[in-house]
């Protein structure tokens, strides 16, 4: 009997056990806590002098380098020919997807500097945010060293090989492409981190120069490029070459043109006004690469047939090619600037996103250390920029390319399944904060008589909405059950024509949508979620995503079309519709924002679609280096993050975040508090009692906070 008592309570020690680490797995960081409306102790230590343009110029900047100059002319030569211009347009369109999930987030939590991983803290738990977090450091890394790899390969082209057969003249490189190490590219990286750890607005002055040489060199090869193009080219070897597995493939190594645009999600502590600045600013980023990507695509595979393209300097070495020597000096100073932006837009969030994984406590504590001269996070700047320099030493350009995307891409998917899970909670997060952006159960736009432009940051007065304006697809005061799209045109986040325009063609389908709520089930107006409601909302997800990925393999990785092959593509699509149909049915929260993702769920369901599709396209290299990195972090996380996270410090010892700012490292009291992780040791020294912490108070050595 005594056996039996003691199985049965190693049974229960074993379940509370594995019930206690799910809790520390899965618990979430308070949505309030980087909201627009965040209490004044967790004030920013940044700069907050970014405008709107400023961000553009940043994402911008940090795309266009390597997808003009490299991806474009190392997808056309290796995946797609032709079809490149195929590949970027469905890489763009997934990042567009992407994009507009990140811009509803922007402003949701716009005082955060850590992007996707923040979202993914406040929705889906701390163990997924620190994955998306861990992945982000090592692409901004790598997306660092490429960047000063191309930089190094176009210096070579422009000294006509000099550098490389100095390399090789010294015994290094024997393998085959570069194979020495790249010391000019580690020299590049030593001195943009050395920029930008002088401070955010240096930097930024140093980015919008360059953009302006980028936005020069794009309008020449646009224009001196028309007098080279041979259209016969393209007849000559057809516009898909490699065939229609080529360009997917291609598209997946092209989204990497597009990574840079979550650059402005980072910066959500230094923009002046980041609930307006940062959706607005990634739409416009993800279209004017995708312009750019598209002209510089069509010129160079135009110019040369695209067996002949160098994957390292397409655009330069193709005026080469055609006999314009001239005009190679004024692209290869363009491919400079961008790349050199290009690089900077990379380096720049990576230290942001140690900065806050460190500010939560994931990451060692001494990596949220903030320069008081510079405002710019000192520790993480200078360590992560001395990593990616002797990663652009050591690893050649193409490698460096290819190990790329995947943990972007798995940002991307989470982020867009945070903005299912918000948009089906059932408490609102912003309430009882005054957010004075939030449109509530439904209504129209009311701010009150003494809102004013400036609370807003923009001069447009807000003004109530009516009509087809107040819902997306409904009459009669009927709720679409999808998010508006034209919320906050009238504050100034989109222009008020597109909004017009938008609500013609409401007009025009709404008896049709009505009839197809109906058919659909979709629930009305006066259904609200509920808690049961959002539980079988996110078990969807969980299905939709596993669904999505068997459905994938079997069209990515299947030999041939047979007609099982077939059978089960279209068994995983059925289940794959059943379970959209069915989250369709579920309630949506009704509260609005300035700006919303428009079509949820389509939107988010279809964003994730495409980016499991792009994930499995990547190569197998990629595919390890992401496990081998996933076990280095899993290693740092449960070694010390997990322990010395702020959630855990403020659910075991209440409220010392709350009461004293415990990322400062100025003392208090007498006493010096420096980051979650020192928070930790402190209080496993301190005696905490219930009634101070009621009081707010927090009691360390005989001193109460």
């Known amino acids: 009997m005594a056996s039996g008592l003691s199985a ?3 049974g229960l020690f074993n379940r509370h056990n594995a019930s206690s680490l799910k809790g520390k797995l899965l618990r979430k960081k308070p949505l309030n806590e980087v909201a627009e409306e965040a209490p004044l102790n967790a004030a920013s230590k940044f700069n907050k002098c970014l405008t709107t343009l400023d961000l553009v110029s940043l994402g911008v900047g940090s795309c266009v380098g390597t997808g003009m100059y490299v991806v474009a002319g190392l997808v056309a030569h290796e995946m797609a020919g032709p079809g490149v ?15 507009i999930c990140y811009a509803e987030f922007g402003v949701r939590a716009p005082k955060t500097t850590g992007s996707a991983y923040m979202y993914s803290y406040v929705t889906v738990g701390e163990l997924f945010a620190f994955v998306i977090g861990w992945n982000l450091i090592l692409e901004y890394m790598i997306g660092t060293a490429a960047g000063a790899s191309a930089l190094s390969s176009c210096f070579d082209s422009l000294s006509h090989h000099a550098i490389s057969s100095f390399m090789h003249s010294m015994g290094a490189g024997t393998q085959e492409g570069r194979g020495f190490p790249d010391v000019v590219a580690f020299v590049i990286v030593i001195g943009m981190t050395i920029l930008l750890a002088a401070g955010v607005k240096s930097s930024i002055w140093f980015n919008n120069a360059l953009n302006l040489v980028n936005l020069a060199a794009w309008v020449f090869v646009v224009i001196c490029g028309m007098f080279y193009i041979e259209p016969s080219i393209w007849e000559k070897e057809g516009m898909l070459p490699f065939g229609a597995s080529g360009v997917f493939s291609g598209a997946a190594t092209c989204f990497y043109a597009f990574i840079g645009f979550d650059i402005i999600a980072t910066t959500g502590e ?6 307006r600045s940062i959706p607005l600013a990634i739409v416009l980023t993800l279209i004017i690469c995708f312009v750019a990507y598209e002209s510089c695509s069509i010129i160079v595979t135009l110019m040369i047939p695209y067996m002949e393209i160098d994957p390292e300097s397409a655009l330069t070495t ?3 090619q055609r006999g314009a020597n001239g005009a190679k000096y004024f692209v290869a100073f363009g491919a400079i600037s961008s790349l050199t932006a290009s690089l900077l837009g990379s380096q720049f969030p990576m230290a942001r996103v140690i900065y806050a994984m460190a500010h939560d406590g994931l990451l060692f504590r001494y990596f949220d250390s903030v320069s008081s001269w510079t405002n710019t996070p000192i520790i993480a700047t ?18 460096l390319v290819e190990m790329m995307s995947i943990g972007t891409l798995l940002a991307y998917t989470l982020v867009s399944i945070s903005v299912l899970i918000l948009r089906y909670e059932p408490k609102n997060p912003f309430e009882g904060q005054g957010a ?3 449109l509530q159960n439904g209504k129209t736009h009311d701010y009150g008589a003494t809102a004013t432009p400036s609370e807003f940051g923009y001069g447009a007065t807000p003004v109530k909405r009516s009509g087809s304006q107040q819902n997306l697809i409904s009459g009669g005061g009927e709720d679409s059950g999808f998010a508006e799209f034209g919320d906050g045109l009238e504050d100034g986040i989109l222009p008020r024509r597109l909004g017009q325009l938008y609500d013609r063609m409401v007009e025009a389908i709404q008896p049709q949508w009505r009839i197809m709520r109906m058919y659909i089930g979709m629930p009305d107006n006066t259904v609200q979620p509920t808690e049961e409601s959002a539980k079988r909302v996110a078990t969807l997800i969980s299905l939709l995503s596993i669904d999505f990925l068997f459905l994938h393999l079997v069209t990515v990785f299947s030999p041939s079309w047979e007609w099982y092959y077939l059978l089960l593509v279209l068994f995983f699509a059925v289940i794959g519709g059943l379970l959209f149909w069915l989250m369709l049915r579920e309630p949506q929260n009704k ?3 300035r700006f919303m993702a428009p079509w949820v769920p389509v939107l988010p369901v279809a964003a994730v679609f495409a980016n499991v599709y792009l994930m499995l396209k990547l190569s197998y290299l990629t595919w390890i280096r992401f496990i081998v990195w996933m ?5 740092i996380y449960f070694g010390y993050g997990i322990w010395a996270s702020a959630q855990e410090v403020s659910s075991k010892y209440g409220s010392k975040l709350d009461s004293v700012d415990t990322t400062s490292h100025e003392p208090i009291n007498g006493h010096t508090v420096s980051g979650a992780g020192a928070a930790a040791q402190d209080v496993n020294q301190s005696a905490y009692s219930s009634q101070n912490y009621q009081q707010g108070q927090y009691q360390q050595g005989g001193q109460f906070y």
């Not at 970027?88 to 990042?95: E, G, M, P, R, V």
């Open 436 to 438: 004075p952006d939030m």
């Open 8 to 10: 049965s309570a190693a």
């Open 382 to 399: 200078l360590t992560s920029g001395f990593c990616a320099a002797l990663l652009a030493l050591l690893i050649s350009l193409h490698d």
């Open 318 to 320: 193709s005026f080469v």
């Open 591 to 593: 509260t609005k924002l």
């Open 85 to 99: 211009i195929f590949s970027f347009l469905i890489a763009a369109i997934a990042s567009l997807l992407s994009g």
């Open 631 to 635: 076990i280095i972090g899993a290693g």
């Open 270 to 275: 230094e923009s002046k006004n980041p609930s």
